[in-house]
Antibody, heavy 122, light 107 residues
Framework: QVQLVQSGAEVEKPGASVKLSCTASGYTFTSSYIDWVRQAPGRGLEWVGIINTRNGNTFYAQKLQGRVTMTRDTSTSTVFMELSSLTSEDTAVYYC???????????????WGQGAMVTVSS | DIQMTQSPSTLSASVGDRVTITCRASQNIGTSLAWYQQKPGKAPRLLIYKASSLESGVPSRFSGSGSGTEFTLTISSLQPDDIATYYCQQYDTYSWTFGQGIKVGIK
């Protein structure tokens, strides 16, 4: 079965960077896009960005442009998301999620990781 | 970015009631719309994709309809297990965007 396993919770100081991982199993890694979505405490879902696991192409939410970088390692079926210059506004649970359907056709998010809490605090 | 607006903001209904949630897009997104259910402390769960297609394993009391800018999620007979927050999401045009979420409770 499809599974996305994320790295654990992180606590960072303002101005620092954080790098999260998401390891996929149960399907062909390069056949689907992976997205990142975050959720601040008590708030709704916010899309962070997407990576094409086949060629590494990315697209990021405009408000995070310049601070977010997504990469992938096809040898370990792992996607990474790094967020820099952290502020308290970045405190949230970060989810990775797979788009259903084949790459080249965007689709809904059918499998989600368990989430990783990132806390930014001095 | 395309704005997604859900209504009502909260909803309380009795077990067995028919419940309808609306999602409006700020521009035409065709049928590139998904619905998710999220329970506290859990990741979202996909219910509906392509506006009206039921995800595998999702109970048939859930259904979706609409196209263009107006969409609905219907629960034909509300069950206690349906207590959750429901989000719509467009995946027509980057950046993907979610509605603000509707919390569904039991009267």
């Amino acid at each position: 079965q499809v599974q996305l396993v994320q790295s654990g919770a992180e606590v960072e100081k303002p101005g620092a960077s954080v790098k999260l991982s998401c390891t996929a199993s149960g399907y062909t890694f390069t056949s689907s896009y992976i997205d990142w979505v975050r959720q601040a405490p008590g708030r709704g879902l916010e899309w962070v960005g997407i990576i094409n696991t086949r060629n590494g192409n990315t697209f990021y939410a405009q408000k995070l442009q310049g601070r977010v970088t997504m990469t992938r390692d096809t040898s370990t079926s792992t996607v990474f998301m790094e967020l820099s210059s952290l502020t308290s506004e970045d405190t949230a649970v970060y989810y990775c999620a797979r788009e259903r359907g084949r790459i080249s056709v965007n689709d809904a998010l059918d499998s989600w990781g368990q989430g990783a809490m990132v806390t930014v605090s001095s | 970015d395309i704005q997604m607006t859900q209504s009502p903001s909260t909803l309380s209904a009795s077990v067995g009631d028919r419940v309808t949630i609306t999602c409006r897009a700020s521009q035409n997104i065709g049928t590139s719309l998904a619905w998710y259910q999220q329970k506290p402390g859990k990741a979202p769960r996909l219910l509906i994709y392509k506006a009206s297609s039921l995800e595998s394993g999702v109970p048939s009391r859930f259904s979706g309809s609409g196209s263009g800018t107006e969409f609905t999620l219907t629960i034909s007979s509300l069950q206690p297990d349906d207590i959750a927050t429901y989000y719509c999401q467009q995946y027509d045009t980057y950046s993907w965007t979610f509605g603000q979420g509707i919390k569904v409770g039991i009267k």
